[in-house]
């Protein structure tokens, strides 16, 4: 589960940045939220608006550039197949319009839970040397966090608890420490559970990208192939059926099956719309994601589907019935049917634009004021009010006032 995830200085991201899943204190849906054992609420959803070029996408590039980070050498030293969910690597980029940010490191700053222990992990980065690296760890029901490593460059190293013996001398200045224990002492169950996290239950997917957007992906199992044509029959998808013709070893054709007036009929994928087509890359990701406890964050998820679908697609894990692991969706949206206070929370609402210096701000509904100090109502049009501009992040501005200088 992801908790909070903070940056600073990447991109078009030059102040720190915070995406927070904890529960706000308010009186929204609190049936849909996600409860922990030490009664820790958190969200099942967040979508980030904004306009064009605001940053949006840049927010989850960061989440996905620290994920490659740490995993991308295990990858490699282990001689696995990279997971096309994480695509080619990223860089790790300053921000470029002002001559300080240029030479400062690039800060992270992420908090997660698994199964029974939270935990912390901080990387700073300068041109993808490591400038400072901590993990530290808490079990869910307990109260403070203790120290599993700190990391200064290449030289400092301090280990503590079950890695106190542990050596990681010779470690590069572009490696991360959590990289190298991962690599060297993988079987340790406190750097494979948060290994694990980093690898399986995080999933950062850019549907703005059309080589990502193309791909399909088809459950094999009886129950999932089953599930997800339940899922479309629910979304009035008249798909009855589907099935692989295998042309070659690395090609295949895939067919959906149409029922009409009792009639069946098959049509190559191909034929479908493209919001169909989509559907076969989108649903089985969120299908193991509801399944299998996990976050999954989708840049540009309503591109090309219907707001009835996207609508479909939130109410699975706001569901507590249906979203039973406690599993996350984040994206990015410019749908407004789907901005309601009948779906969200006013802190699952959160809005991404740049100030006149090119900065990317982000700030959630619940927590934004207006000139006179006030906080948005939970019962107001939330859709209407972002339309007039009351929010700062007007898709239809050109450019937006800096809503921390008002």
């Known amino acids: 589960m992801l908790c909070q995830f903070t940056v600073k200085n990447f991109r078009c991201i030059r102040d720190e940045l915070t995406l927070d899943m904890q529960a706000a204190s308010i009186t ?3 049936s849909s939220l996600l409860v922990e054992k030490d009664g820790a609420q958190f969200l099942p959803v967040a979508v980030l608006y904004g306009p064009n070029g605001g940053g949006k996408s840049t927010v989850f590039m960061a989440i996905s550039a620290l994920i490659h980070k740490v995993m991308r050498p295990i990858v490699v030293a282990l001689n696995e197949n990279a997971n096309n969910e994480r695509g080619p690597t990223l860089s790790i980029e300053p921000f470029l319009f002002d001559s300080k940010s240029i030479t400062q490191p690039t800060e992270f700053e992420i908090f997660f839970r698994t199964d029974t222990v939270e935990y912390r992990y901080q990387l700073h980065v300068v041109k993808e040397k490591i400038e400072f690296e901590s993990l530290h760890r808490k079990t869910i029901e307990g109260g403070r966090y203790s120290e ?3 990391r200064k460059g290449s030289t400092i190293i301090s280990m503590k608890g079950a890695l106190r ?3 990681a001398s010779g470690i590069t200045e572009t490696l991360p420490l959590l990289s190298f224990l991962g690599i060297t002492h993988k079987e340790n169950p406190l750097i494979k559970d948060v290994i694990n996290w980093f690898e399986n239950e995080i999933v950062v997917v850019n549907y703005g990208h059309p080589v990502v957007e193309s791909l399909i992906y088809l459950p094999e199992a009886k129950e999932e192939k089953e599930l997800l044509l339940n899922m479309l029959k629910e979304i009035d998808i008249d798909i009855t059926g589907f099935h692989k013709n295998s042309l070659s070893e690395d090609e295949f054709e895939i067919y959906a099956t149409h029922c ?3 009639k069946s009929y ?10 169909t087509i989509k559907l076969f890359g989108v649903l089985p990701r969120i299908m193991d994601c509801i399944q299998e406890r996990g976050t999954l964050i989708m840049d540009e998820l309503d591109a090309k589907l219907h707001p009835a679908l996207l609508k479909h697609i939130i109410s699975l894990f706001i569901n507590p019935a249906i979203n039973k692991k406690k599993s996350q969706l984040l994206f990015t949206s410019h749908d407004l049917s789907t901005m309601t206070n009948e779906i969200f929370r006013r802190d699952e609402i959160w809005f991404v634009a740049k100030d006149k ?15 006179n100090g006030k906080t948005t109502r939970k019962d107001a049009a939330y859709g209407k009010q972002y339309l007039e501009g009351r929010y700062g992040a007007d898709p239809y501005l050109k450019r937006i006032i800096n809503w921390e200088e008002n």
């Not at 098959?266 to 034929?271: T, W």
């Not at 982000?362 to 000139?371: R, T």
């Open 28 to 30: 929204e849906h609190e």
């Open 148 to 150: 599993v490593f700190t």
């Open 165 to 167: 013996r542990y050596n």
């Open 260 to 262: 009409i007036e009792g």
């Open 266 to 275: 098959e049509l190559e994928l191909s034929q479908e719309s493209s919001g």
């Open 357 to 371: 210096h090119q900065a990317t701000h982000m700030y959630s509904l619940v927590e934004f004021k207006n000139d």
